[in-house]
Structure formats: C-alpha cells, structure tokens
C-alpha cells in the first residue's frame, strides 16, 4: 500500500509540474518518441482465438506491438498457451486480465457471469489474489516483471469496496473504460482511459486516433473478437485501420501498453524536474 501511495504521490506532482510545461509547444512536439503527435495503444482483451487468428498475422505484417489482456481460464489460452509465448517473445506484452473474469451479475445483461464469479460476492483480498497469482503464471511465460493491466468489465468494485488501489501498484499502468484523453494532466493515478469499440467503422477508429494526435496523448482501443466472436471488430475494417495506422507512422507511436506507460512515467518525472529546475534557477 506505502508503495501504491508513493507512487501515486509521485504521479500526480509529475502531471501537475506537466500542466506547467503543457504550454508550451515544444514540449508536446518532443513529448513523444521520434517526434510521433500522439501514442496508440492496440489491445485485446480475454484471450480470444480470433486474436491470433486475426490480429496478431496483421500486426506482425506492420511490426506493431500491442496488448494482449489474458483472462487465464479462457479456452483459447489454456489450449494455446505456446502461441500466446510466442507473442511475448514478438515484442507483445502479455497483460493481466485475471484468471477468472468476475464481474458484477446485478447489471443488466450479465446473464453470462457464472454466480461463482460474481465481482460483488468477492472481498477485495481474494480478487487481489487472483491478480498476483495470474501476474506470477504471466510471468512464467515471458519473464517480464512489469505489465500493465485491464479489469474484467472496467469494474473494480469488490464486496467490499473498490480493489484497484490494493493492485495498482503491481502494475506500471491499468486501463479503464473512459472518454478520449484530451490532455497528458488526466493520466493522474497511472490509470488510462479507454475505448471499448464494437464493430466500429474504419472512419470511427480514424476519427478517435486522430482526435487524439491532435491533443497529442494517446489513443487506447480496446478490441475484443477480431472477425467473430464477441464485441468483435470486422476483420477488413481491423485491416484497413492497421494500414492507416503504418502509412502514417511519423505521426502514431504504436507500441504496447507496457512500453508507452513506462515512456509517460519517464517523461513526466522529467518535466517535473524541469520544472522543479526552472524555478530554482529563474535566469535560465
Ligand atoms: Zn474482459
């Protein structure tokens, strides 16, 4: 917990001493590796078949890295778990997403939730658990200590009370379902909001990481199926918005979830420093 604190603390002086340097427009331009006006996040959640069937050949054909957010117990990981290896050793990162998938059953159409799965009948110690324990077979797999993480249904809220403060620390960065990232100052808390897209259009999936080169801060898509199976993306549109991504590279920095976070960490504690820096030294 003094850990999670520490860190939190730490953040949020950052992204306040980053609303300073925020105006100025040398900053954003450089904010970003190789001059890139805005970092996207690619990542698939639940460990799905369609994933590797679909996704993982398009992205290797334009060498971008995503997230893929492993639900442990999933079929398609348990069966396949050498391809999922494979995919770490490709540069991906391999990200937390439980073993068991609990969400809350009172909300509407949760019929699919197994009762013994239920988020709101789990005390926070046991979801905790669960989390350290999928981090440690993760582990197994790709050697890596530091990931990035994805609650079940974007819900943190516990029998009793909210766990994501108890497991934030394990992780360099978690996403949440949440609007576009207008500005580098909402990133407070290592938390990054994200887009559940289901089937969108090529001209959405442009629209929304455009939008955030403009701002110059990240586009995170969360996709599910890719060509079939559930929340799914259409194959051909998850293509052409790949290509978009590739043909325009000097503007999009496409890399994992894990890799951007521990950039952004690096990179406000800098302009916190800078800052830190200036107002000792005035003159300069
Ligand atoms: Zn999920």
């Known amino acids: 917990m003094l850990k999670y604190l520490v860190s939190l603390l730490c953040f949020s002086a950052a992204a306040q001493a980053f609303n ?15 001059g890139a006006k805005a970092a996207v996040s690619l990542s698939y959640d639940d460990a799905l078949n369609s994933q590797l069937d679909n ?24 069966k396949r778990q050498a391809e999922w290896q494979q995919l770490a050793a490709a540069g991906h990162e391999l990200g937390n ?15 699919w939730v197994a009762k013994d799965k239920d988020l709101e009948q789990w005390p ?15 582990q ?6 530091l990931r990035t993480f994805t609650p079940p249904c974007s819900e943190t809220q516990a029998k009793d009370g909210d766990y994501l403060p ?12 949440g609007s576009p990232v207008t500005s580098l100052n909402q990133l407070v808390g290592n938390t990054l909001p994200t887009w559940f897209p289901v089937a969108p ?27 079939g199976e559930h929340l799914a993306v259409d194959n051909t549109v998850h293509q052409q918005f790949l290509a978009y991504l590739a043909q325009n590279r000097d503007k999009f920095w496409v890399d994992s979830y894990a890799n951007i976070s521990q950039h952004l960490q690096k990179e406000l504690l800098q302009q916190r ?4 820096s200036s107002a000792l030294n005035p003159k300069h």
């Open 20 to 34: 300073v340097a925020d105006t100025s427009a040398q900053a954003r331009q450089s904010f970003w590796p190789n």
């Open 55 to 78: 996704a993982v050949p398009e992205l290797a054909k334009h060498g971008f890295r995503a997230t893929f957010y492993l639900t442990l117990s999933s079929p398609a990981f348990v």
């Open 97 to 111: 997403h439980t073993i068991h998938h609990a969400c809350q059953t009172s909300k509407p159409g949760r019929d």
């Open 124 to 138: 926070i110690v046991k979801i905790s658990a669960e989390i350290q324990a999928a981090n440690a077979q993760l």
């Open 140 to 145: 197994q797999l790709d050697g890596k200590t």
């Open 166 to 177: 108890t497991v934030a620390a394990l992780f360099t960065g978690s996403k949440l379902q």
């Open 201 to 227: 259009t090529l001209a959405e999936l442009i629209t929304y990481t455009e939008q955030a080169a403009q701002h110059g801060t990240i586009a995170s898509i969360t996709f599910h199926g890719v060509g």
């Open 273 to 276: 420093l800078l800052s830190k």
